[in-house]
C-alpha cells in the first residue's frame, strides 16, 4: 500500500535559530509548492515500471490514490506475457548505444583558445574515467525509458574515499608567519603582511583529500520543479528530496548531524522509490515502505536556489526531515567563472517533448493499455481452455462404471442398461479469433514501440541483401531521431557544467598513461 504524502512538520524545532528556521520556511515552501500535482505523473511512472518487472494486475485507486491489485475470483487466470520488459529492453539498448563524442573546439583563432581546448578534450578524458559516468549513463537510461525522464547530477566529492595528497604548508618569507595548506588565501598572499612571498615548508604540510568528480543518475521522483516551465535551465530553484540511512548523514557531515534523528516522512514520492527497492514480479502486490527501514531512515531536502527575494544572489541548502540545517552556501556556488551565470549541477534527458510541460512522456505510456489488452485476451483463452475445450463424459442414469481418469489406454469397465453406456463429448475449441487477436496485439507492439524484428537481431524472413537490411536499420533508428537528439543536447549541457565544475574544484594533478609512437607507455 502507498500511503498519502505528508509534509514535514513545521514546528519540530523549536530550538532552531530565527535564520535556520528562515531557511527551513523556505525549503518547505518551495516543496509544498512543487508537490502540487505531482501525483498525476507518478502514478503513471511507478505503473510503468511494475509493469515492466511483471506487476501487471493492478488497478488504480482514485479515493486513496494508490496502485492495488485487481479484486478477481480466484478461479480467474492471471497470465501475464511481458511484452512491455522486452520492448523497453530494445529500446533502453538503443539508447544505451549512444555513446557522446566529446570534442573541445577552439572559439577563436587564438593560442590560448586552441590551448583550452586541448585541455578540455584532457579533462573530459579523466572526467569519463573516474566519475562513473558510463554506469550513470546506463541507469540514466532506463529511467527515461520507463518514465521519459532521467537526470544525472554532478557533483565533487571531497570525501576520504577519494584518496589523499600530502600538501606542504607555506612560511612567509618576509614576516615569517605560517600557514597549513587549507589556510592558504586564494591569491597566494601572507595574510599577515601581504607578501607573496610564500616558502613551502613541509613540517607544516597535512594530507588532503584529493577529491573527483562524480556523475550519479536520478530518479524523476526525487526532483522537484515547477512543471509549467518547460526548460531545467529557466527553473528559479530545483528542491531534491531524497532519503538515506542515518549512518551515513553522519559519516558524511560530522558534527553538523550530530543531533539529526531518522524522520522516516510519509512521503509519496519517497514510499514510491522504497516500494520498488523491495518489489518482484511474484511480490504479491505493490507495497509500501519496508518495516525494516523504519527508525533508520533520513530524508534529505536540497535546495538549489539561483535568486529570490531572501537570497537575490543564490544560495544552496540542505536540510533533513527533522529540519536541521546541515549545509547552507551563500552566494548560490555553481557559476561559470567567467559570466558568473549560475547554472545547476543536473542535467535533464527527456524521451518525447510534451509541448508546455516539464515532463517529458515515453511510449511505455501507449503500451500499457496494450499490454493490459494482451492479458485480458489471454486470460479469456485460458478459461475458454480449462471450462470449454475440455471433454466431457455423459454416465445414463442407471450406467455404473470404473473411475474415467483420461490416462493413456485406461480400461473402462461399465454396467448397462438398455444399451446405454459412457458416452464422451468432445470441447469446444477456442475461436481462432482469439488467437488473430493476440497477434495483431503484438502487431501493434511494434508499431508503437518501433521494436521491428531487424532492431531484435532478427532478419526478416524475405530480406537477404546486407545493403536492404541496413537501410530497414536506419529507417527503424528513425523513429529515434528526437530522442536522440534531445540525449544529443542533454550531454552537451553536461559536459560544460562537468568541465566547469571540474575547474573550479580540482587543484591536485591527475597521471594518465599516453602510448607513444613506438608502442611504449
Sequence with gaps: ????????????????????????????????????????????????ILFYIGQQWIVFDE????????NLNNWIPTPVTNRIASTVNVIRSSIVQVNPAFRGIPTQETEHSVLAANAADRYLDVILNESGFRGAKRRMASWTTLTGNGF???EFDTGPDTGTVFVPGEDCAACGFQMKPT????DLACPQ????????NPDNGSDLPQGRLRVSAKSPFEIYVDANIAELEDQPSILIVEQRSLDSV????????EDVEADNLSDQSLNYTSSLAHMTASGGGPIGRSGEDEGQIVTLFRLYLKTNATYDEGAYLVMTGDQHVLEKKVPYPHRYKVTKRPFYPLTHVRYDDVPGRFWAKTPVDDLIPKQRQRNEVESLYQTILMRCANPVWIIPTGVSSSPITGDPAVIVRYTGAGGLKPERIPGVDAPASVITFIQQIDQDFEEIANTFAVMKGKAPGSVRAASAIQMLVERGFGRYGSVFDNMEEAYQQWAVGALEIWRQNTVFPRVQAIAKKSGGW
Design 1 to 48: 500500500m502507498i500511503e498519502l504524502s505528508k509534509a514535514p512538520n513545521r514546528s519540530t524545532r523549536g530550538d532552531a535559530s530565527d535564520e535556520d528556521m528562515s531557511d527551513i520556511n523556505l525549503i518547505l515552501d518551495v516543496y509544498d509548492r512543487f508537490k502540487r500535482r505531482r501525483w498525476v505523473f507518478e502514478r503513471e511512472w511507478y505503473r510503468n
Design 63 to 70: 479515493g486513496s490514490r494508490r496502485w492495488r491489485l485487481r
Design 152 to 154: 544525472l547530477l554532478t
Design 183 to 186: 589556510e592558504i588565501p586564494a
Design 193 to 200: 603582511c601581504g607578501s607573496t612571498d610564500l616558502q613551502d
Design 250 to 257: 553522519k559519516q558524511t557531515y560530522g558534527t553538523k548531524a
